[in-house]
């Protein structure tokens, strides 16, 4: 089993929908979260951190569930700019160990 | 600053011709990590450092080898290169403030 698992996609929805990704991850002792982007054969950059609490970073939501061990992130109002890959990454407390999925494709459509 | 940056950008090999794919990062970030990404598998690491002069294995360190010299700079280095290592290697550095990795551009490499 992966340490850090996502569903590969692709997504292709139109232009406007809202669009949810989930990740599981399989170490408990976990301790950071984040969402990142990938363009096509760019590097990742950071989307957004994942906090307990849930987080919101204008149309787009994050959340973390600790006790069922998964990661979502949902788009709303999704954007043709929106297109990308999005890596679900799982670090311990000291960032020594930080885990990859392997990213869900997503496909906006006019 | 420039951030995080690698070259090449494009490498060609022959099998058993070595290499080394260099990284610098000019944000004095104590953590910095060598990864490669094939399809389907997403990026795997190869080899991190929590400070200068320390290094330590990660997933995938068959066949490479690292290099921290100093603070800015980390390097990533084929020996003997394989038609396995064809990929994507991406260098990044970690900002433990934000808890954010900044990537380099990335190298490709072929080995033929």
């Known amino acids: 089993r992966k340490e850090v698992e996502q569903d590969p996609g692709p997504f292709n929805v139109p232009e406007g929908a809202t669009v949810a990704f989930n990740c599981t991850y399989s170490n408990s002792a976990s301790q950071s979260f984040f969402w990142y982007r990938q363009d096509c054969r760019k590097e990742p950059k950071l989307l957004m951190s994942?906090?307990?609490s849930g987080n919101e970073d204008g149309r787009f939501t994050a959340q973390l569930n600790r006790a069922s061990q998964y990661i979502s992130l949902l788009i709303r109002d999704s954007k043709l700019s929106d297109s990308a890959t999005y890596l679900c990454v799982v670090g311990d407390s000291s960032a020594s160990k930080i885990i990859f999925g392997s990213g869900t494709r997503l496909s906006i459509r006019p | 600053n420039a951030g995080v940056t690698q070259t090449p950008k494009f490498q060609v090999l022959k099998t058993g011709q070595s290499m080394t794919l260099q990284c610098a990062q000019d944000?004095?970030?104590?953590?910095m990590y060598w990864y490669r990404q094939d399809p389907g598998m997403g990026l795997r690491l190869i080899y991190y450092s929590a400070s200068e002069g320390t290094t330590d294995k990660g997933e995938v360190p068959n066949g490479y080898n690292v290099s921290r010299l100093n603070k800015r700079e980390f390097s990533l280095r084929l020996e003997s290169a394989a038609p396995s290592q064809t990929s994507v290697y991406f260098c990044?550095?970690?900002?433990?403030?934000?808890?954010?990795?900044?990537f380099g551009p990335g190298t490709r490499l072929l080995v033929l």
């Open positions: 990044a550095s970690f900002q433990e403030l934000k808890e954010t990795q900044y």
């Open positions: 944000m004095n970030h104590n953590s």
């Open positions: 994942v906090y307990s």
